[in-house]
């Protein structure tokens, strides 16, 4: 059985559960507008989103794909027949979603370390943990789940423990008798 946490870094717990969930809900979203990127960027559409330049404050501008790109080319390494190339100016939001999701992934990583190291938890708790930056929705569900249960934990184990600072009483001592 692994060890508990102690009551003492109960705080520190609250702590790191709140962080995890605000870097869950944000990842979350990160992930579902990536993947919208995505599907607009690899599938026949092809567009990628850009602000400001010549289409205005945000507008779509079509990605030139090669000439023999077949859509199984996107997903074989090191061929050099399709290439796609975005032909929009401005800031390509795109790509900035890609990145920033990327970064705050890092961020997400760190906060599901915290909570992790905190509870002391299985090892394979925590890759489900991971998992939910990268598969779309499960940011969502492991924060509701993982904040029911933690905080079911706590107040249990609270309940349970006497508060650290209540006095114990001590054991009375004998009374000398007078004859």
């Not at 050099?80 to 100016?89: R, W």
Request: proline content about 7%.
């Amino acid at each position: 059985m692994p060890a508990q946490p102690k009551l003492a870094s109960f705080p520190a717990i609250r702590s790191a559960l709140k962080f995890y969930q605000i870097a869950a809900v944000i990842t979350g979203i990160g992930l579902l507008l990536l993947l919208a990127e995505m599907i607009l960027k690899y599938t026949p559409i092809h567009l990628e989103l850009f602000a400001g330049g010549s289409g205005g404050f945000l507008w779509f501008a079509p990605v030139i794909v090669g000439a023999d790109c077949q859509w199984f080319s996107l997903f074989i390494p090191n061929l050099d027949s399709c290439e796609l190339i975005p032909t929009g100016d401005g800031v390509n939001i795109s790509l900035a979603i890609l990145v920033i999701h990327g970064w705050f992934y890092v961020v997400y990583l760190f906060a599901c370390f915290r909570v992790w190291s905190l509870m002391r938890w299985h090892f394979g708790r925590f890759i489900m943990l991971a998992l939910g930056g990268v598969v779309p929705f499960l940011s969502f569900i492991m924060e509701i789940r993982v904040a029911r249960e933690v905080k079911t934990y706590l107040t249990g184990r609270e309940a349970a423990e006497p508060p650290a600072d209540a006095e114990t009483p001590t054991p009375a001592t004998p009374t000398e008798h007078t004859r």
